[in-house]
């Protein structure tokens, strides 16, 4: 039974929320909250449930605190029954964030399901400021959403694109992520606009220590104070003999630095062999390219990789060539999917002529008829003889009212349709021909009856006068 001390806290605890709702100034009231512990936690609930921004921003700060050893699963229990009531829609999102923070589930049904997602992502793309906040929604994602996670992306491409942009582009860098869901969240990537990497703030430079023991294992220790708060991130990471990763540990809510576990690793064996940054970065991107071609990588790793800025380091042979690249824009424009295939092409060469037929294509397909002709011409310098640039050079030609480059082009594709191509195996190459003469008669017809030339006339030369 509580006793009178419990109902004097839970007392100011109401009188501190009610304090609030008529615009006082917020005090600190952590330790009244810790004093209670359980016995706050449907108090904070109903707050949490209530209307006002304020009070319920001060309850899931509460309930967050709260939810850590005993008190967790009465924390948890109470923010699935705000999520599952009738509460507001804000209330539930507030829940189903907390809960989602803490690694569990919930569910709620919400009387404005689209606005409630347009303020979720509001409020993740507002939480995206820093690599290891933008690693930590990642890992959220890939661990509790799956394929939903192309849901999400898609709400904050809407609402804030510049963030999609930043979340797509840390998810399409995790090698947990299954194989073609990895490929759609990287088109993600680039249909978002990008922004500069100096727009999401580097973490503060970290306190590193490379430490190695007889057996020529490996451990990289880095820590740094987060600014403004009391705690600090460490990461270490267990590099072994063949030189991949063997473990990984991140804790983003240590109490002090690294020293203590370094000096317990000193107990074991390990001597500090290097503080060097640079030098524990290549061995950790050495070892992180090396694991990710055997297997993968665990969350830690994600999580706490930005304390060396070793940003995409541990992708090697992962990253997708251009041709690769290439090969799915293509695949793209088969599918109609130009805005996307626009999106890969921009990262090809499109000095390549085969890319710069592709990107011709998407130029044809959205009516940009100049722009695809620009793209041609680089084509047809390099493959002179393939009749399909000839073929899409007409066609550009004629969206532009060009009759006599048109023309031209038609009567280059006839040309080199004649010699052996792979065309030959296309069953749609005899009527492209079949039609291309129709048209070269046609345009020489109305040449003719209009008395404009297709056929451009040699200058005469006039001989010099001494």
Same mark, same amino acid.
């Given at each position: 039974?509580?006793?009178?001390?419990?109902?004097?806290?839970? /007392?100011?605890?109401?009188?501190?929320?009610?304090?609030?709702?008529?615009?006082?100034?917020?005090?600190?009231?952590?330790?009244?909250?810790?004093?209670?512990?359980?016995?706050?936690?449907?108090?904070?609930?109903?707050?949490?449930?209530?209307?006002?921004?304020? /009070?319920?921003?001060?309850?899931?700060?509460?309930?967050?605190?709260?939810?850590?050893?005993?008190?967790?699963?009465?924390?948890?229990?109470?923010?699935?029954?705000? #999520?599952?009531?009738?509460?507001?829609?804000?209330?539930?999102?507030?829940?189903?964030?907390?809960?989602?923070?803490?690694?569990?589930?919930?569910?709620?049904?919400?009387?404005?399901?689209?606005?409630?997602?347009?303020?979720?992502?509001?409020?993740?793309?507002?939480?995206?400021?820093?690599?290891?906040?933008?690693?930590?929604?990642?890992?959220?994602?890939?661990?509790?959403?799956?394929?939903?996670?192309?849901?999400?992306?898609?709400?904050?491409?809407?609402?804030?694109?510049?963030?999609?942009?930043?979340?797509?582009?840390?998810?399409?860098?995790?090698?947990?992520?299954?194989?073609?869901?990895?490929?759609?969240?990287?088109?993600?990537?680039?249909?978002?606009?990008?922004?500069?990497?100096?727009?999401?703030?580097?973490?503060?430079?970290?306190?590193?220590?490379?430490?190695?023991?007889?057996?020529?294992?490996?451990?990289?220790?880095?820590?740094?104070?987060?600014?403004?708060?009391?705690?600090? /991130?460490?990461?270490?990471?267990?590099?072994?003999?063949?030189?991949?990763?063997?473990?990984?540990?991140?804790?983003?809510?240590?109490?002090?630095?690294?020293?203590?576990?370094?000096?317990?690793?000193?107990?074991?064996?390990?001597?500090?062999?290097?503080?060097?940054?640079?030098?524990?970065?290549?061995?950790?991107?050495?070892?992180?390219?090396?694991?990710?071609?055997?297997?993968?990588?665990?969350?830690?790793?994600?999580?706490?990789?930005?304390?060396?800025?070793? /940003?995409?380091?541990?992708?090697?042979?992962?990253?997708?060539?251009?041709?690769?690249?290439?090969?799915?824009?293509?695949?793209?424009?088969?599918?109609?999917?130009?805005?996307?295939?626009?999106?890969?092409?921009?990262?090809?060469?499109?000095?390549?002529?085969?890319? #710069?037929?592709?990107?011709?294509?998407?130029?044809?397909?959205?009516?940009?008829? #100049?722009?695809?002709?620009?793209?041609?011409?680089?084509?047809?310098?390099?493959?002179?003889?393939?009749?399909?640039?000839?073929?899409?050079?007409?066609?550009?030609?004629?969206?532009?009212?060009?009759?006599?480059?048109?023309?031209?082009?038609?009567?280059?594709?006839? #040309?080199?349709?004649?010699?052996?191509?792979?065309?030959?195996?296309?069953?749609?190459?005899?009527?492209?021909?079949?039609?291309?003469?129709?048209?070269?008669?046609?345009?020489?017809?109305?040449?003719?009856?209009?008395?404009?030339?297709?056929?451009?006339?040699?200058?005469?030369?006039?001989?010099?006068?001494?």
């Amino acid at each position: 039974m509580e006793g009178p001390s419990a109902f004097v806290d839970l /007392r100011r605890l109401m009188d501190w929320f009610a304090s609030l709702a008529g615009g006082a100034r917020a005090t600190q009231v952590e330790k009244i909250v810790a004093r209670l512990g359980s016995t706050c936690v449907p108090l904070l609930g109903r707050e949490l449930a209530g209307a006002d921004g304020r /009070r319920r921003e001060a309850a899931r700060a509460g309930l967050a605190s709260l939810a850590i050893g005993e008190t967790r699963v009465r924390v948890v229990a109470e923010l699935r029954r705000v #999520a599952a009531s009738d509460a507001g829609d804000d209330g539930k999102v507030c829940a189903l964030g907390l809960l989602a923070e803490l690694g569990e589930r919930g569910a709620a049904q919400f009387v404005d399901g689209p606005a409630v997602q347009r303020r979720s992502a509001l409020a993740l793309a507002a939480q995206l400021d820093t690599p290891a906040e933008i690693a930590a929604a990642a890992d959220m994602m890939v661990r509790q959403l799956g394929t939903d996670v192309l849901h999400l992306l898609g709400v904050l491409a809407d609402a804030v694109p510049t963030a999609a942009h930043r979340l797509a582009a840390e998810l399409g860098a995790r090698l947990d992520l299954e194989g073609e869901l990895r490929e759609r969240v990287a088109d993600f990537a680039l249909a978002s606009p990008a922004t500069e990497p100096s727009r999401a703030r580097r973490s503060p430079r970290a306190e590193i220590a490379v430490l190695v023991d007889a057996a020529a294992r490996l451990v990289v220790v880095a820590s740094h104070k987060v600014l403004g708060e009391k705690r600090w /991130r460490r990461w270490a990471v267990l590099v072994d003999q063949r030189g991949l990763i063997d473990d990984c540990l991140h804790d983003d809510r240590a109490c002090d630095d690294a020293a203590a576990l370094i000096e317990s690793l000193v107990d074991d064996g390990y001597r500090v062999a290097s503080r060097d940054s640079d030098h524990a970065r290549a061995l950790v991107a050495a070892a992180a390219r090396r694991t990710g071609d055997h297997g993968t990588l665990d969350s830690a790793y994600y999580l706490g990789r930005d304390l060396l800025d070793l /940003r995409d380091a541990h992708l090697g042979a992962h990253v997708q060539p251009a041709s690769t690249t290439l090969g799915r824009a293509i695949e793209l424009i088969e599918d109609g999917e130009h805005g996307r295939a626009q999106a890969l092409l921009a990262r090809c060469d499109l000095a390549q002529p085969e890319a #710069a037929a592709a990107a011709a294509a998407c130029a044809l397909a959205a009516g940009q008829a #100049a722009d695809a002709l620009d793209h041609l011409t680089r084509a047809i310098e390099g493959e002179p003889e393939w009749p399909l640039h000839h073929w899409n050079a007409a066609a550009a030609c004629h969206q532009l009212g060009d009759a006599r480059g048109c023309y031209h082009a038609l009567r280059r594709f006839v #040309a080199t349709s004649a010699r052996p191509t792979g065309l030959y195996a296309d069953p749609d190459q005899p009527g492209r021909v079949a039609l291309a003469m129709r048209l070269i008669a046609e345009l020489e017809r109305t040449s003719r009856l209009a008395g404009t030339p297709l056929h451009r006339r040699k200058r005469r030369r006039t001989a010099k006068r001494g």
